[in-house]
């Protein structure tokens, strides 16, 4: 499929604002979001967007699309130690398969 | 607990080996989802059922791979002849039906370890 691209890591000390971007490739993608994944777990869906918006807000969370430069980012209010996780940005032409990144690993230290 | 069921959690074979594995989805979900997660990368698409049709399988799905959904509920995912390079973390999700770009919902995954 596409590339999708992420940032490997991001460090960030508690309660400052974390920035996690991702790239994509194809200009199709219609269909885009954010999952978190904890050691040993599975992914947990956090928010997700679709092309018609540029902007969706959930309680600590914020994501930005631009469509012109095919980027995407969740930003996370307030960080704590426990959002300490693997962030996959992933995207979809159809709405059914979606292709991921690699993930951003993001270190809360206190 | 209501959400994505996936049994076992972890399954260590030896090569040449076949398994299966069995992915239970929300109750309520009629898109079921198949992924596999190698170490270091984001999960990878296999392939998906609208109720017990498979409408969609990935080129990562080879012939020694196969998937049924026989009555629109629980789906297995069957690998024959297991192979080194098939271990990783085998992910399923489910989402409701409606227009394209319903959320995904994952479970916990199974774990599979070659020897």
């Known amino acids: 499929g596409e590339d999708v691209e992420q940032s490997l890591f991001l460090s960030v000390r508690e309660g400052d604002s974390s920035v996690i971007n991702c790239t994509y490739t194809d200009s199709s993608s219609t269909y885009l979001y954010w999952y978190k994944q904890e050691p040993g777990a599975g992914l947990q869906l956090l928010t997700y967007?679709?092309?018609?918006?540029d902007m969706k807000q959930d309680q600590r969370l914020t994501v930005l699309l631009n469509k012109k430069d095919k980027h995407l980012s969740l930003r996370i209010a307030d960080t704590q130690t426990g959002d300490s996780a693997i962030y996959f940005c992933a995207e979809s032409i159809t709405g059914y398969a979606l292709n991921f990144g690699k993930g951003t690993s993001l270190l809360v230290t206190p | 607990d209501t959400g994505v069921s996936q049994d076992p959690r972890h399954k260590i074979t030896k090569r040449g080996q076949n398994v299966t594995f069995r992915c239970d989805p929300i109750?309520?979900?009629?898109?079921l989802y198949w992924y596999r997660q190698t170490l270091g990368q984001g999960p990878e698409f296999l392939t998906y059922?609208?109720?017990?049709?498979?409408?969609?399988k990935s080129r990562l799905l080879s012939d020694r791979f196969s998937a049924e959904r026989p009555k629109g509920s629980f789906s297995t995912l069957e690998i024959q002849r297991t192979e080194q390079g098939d271990s990783a973390m085998y992910l399923c999700?489910?989402?409701?039906?409606?227009?394209?770009?319903?959320?995904?919902?994952f479970g916990d995954g199974t774990r599979l370890s070659i020897l």
């Open positions: 967007i679709f092309s018609n918006m």
């Open positions: 059922f609208q109720n017990e049709a498979q409408l969609e």
């Open positions: 109750s309520e979900h009629n898109r």
């Open positions: 999700a489910s989402s409701s039906l409606g227009g394209p770009g319903q959320p995904q919902h």
